[in-house]
């Protein structure tokens, strides 16, 4: 035993350190030491780590013939197949049910870990394929067992690495891409030769990084968003406050003052909302409860937003039910949805054209709905309208454009809420949206 554990444990220590050294992996280290540990201990198991029969019993070592003691169960078989261990438990003794045991026990922490582990014994064939390799690779464990991998796995860089591994004896982790079911996922692959899985065995560790590539990917695209919409008033603000330093009549200061203030205001505005956002998508929100009248708070928005329709000869009408219609919300987020769907609305209606806001009970649920007759949306754009700084149509939408976040701050206030929000448009003919809140929101013990 004492042999057998500075090397499983170099082994481990081998396959934690590369990948923390790698950009990832700071991420990974927690879940890849616990992979390597309870590989660890099962090589330890198979090369001899548990305790052969009469190990300790003076009396059950006598009855072991000096040829050796009998063949110790073939742990990673066992871990394959539950019916080999239960029949293997028949034909040994009680210390040959005690390994079988173990095997089972470890075999179940292989499967639960959150990496895919592989393992592949003589001739290139899996032993081990745990469930989470099965997710990743879209194959079940069951398949996958006692077959090449090539014939489970059609990766051909994959295979190369492992026939690599096998060939020149050496550790090696690589980042591949990986098609399943149509969809291309990022792995990161480590392959490991262990002598002790039989000759040419390879142990091959998989985590899937494509979730991780994407949330870089979306705070990439946030930061570079974040850094234009301040960046564009920042710049005009400098070269007006440049111009009045060089000297200009009073009414060019006059305009160049309240260009100034509404530059201000849409940093303000952004700043504000990306606030709101961040305190949206953390959790930790706190919603004030209470019984709130829909008709009252879509009267008092679109009220808020009349000077602003008629400026842009847009006509705003509500359309309230005659009974009253509440809901158990907290009023001003329910307020600054609206706000912000109007918003949306008079922003994208030409002049002449019709915002209608409409609210009614539709069995256990209150319906809200903001509907304009302006550009409409694209179906191709329906999906994406919710993300934080989806622009439609760029071109389009200059010189009438918000903060870009509106939208988002809508959809995770009705989530917060238990609801759902949709979108409905037919490019030309306008915009639907269409908000869905349970009319009595039970409220969980921990809160929302």
Known sequence: MNRVWPAVAAAALVVVAGLAASPRGALHLGIVAACALAVAALVWTVTGGVERPGGRDPQAAAAVPRSGAPPAPDVLQTAVSPAAADAGSGRAGGNTRGANGAALGLAGIVDALPVGVIALGAGGRIDVFNAAAGDIFGVSPERARGRALIEIVRNSELDRRVAATIREGARDTAAITHLTSGA???????????PALGPGGVLIIVSDTTRVRELEAVRREFVSNVSHELRTPLTAVKLMVETLQSGVDKAAREQFLSSIAQETERMIALVEDLLDLARLESGKLELRLGRVDVGEVCRQAVRAQEARAQAGEVRLACELPAEG?????DRDKLSQV????????????PPGG????????DGDTAVIEVADTGSGIPSTALAHIFERFYVVDPARARGRSGTGLGLAIVKHIVEAHRGSVSAESELGAGSRFICRLPRDLQIPAHGL
């Open 184 to 194: 291309e996922r990022h792995l990161v692959v480590t392959t490991l030769p262990h």
């Open 325 to 329: 219609l509440e809901v158990t919300a």
């Open 338 to 349: 609206l706000t912000n769907l109007l918003d949306n609305a008079l922003r994208h209606t």
């Open 354 to 361: 019709n915002v209608t806001v409409r609210t009614y009970a």
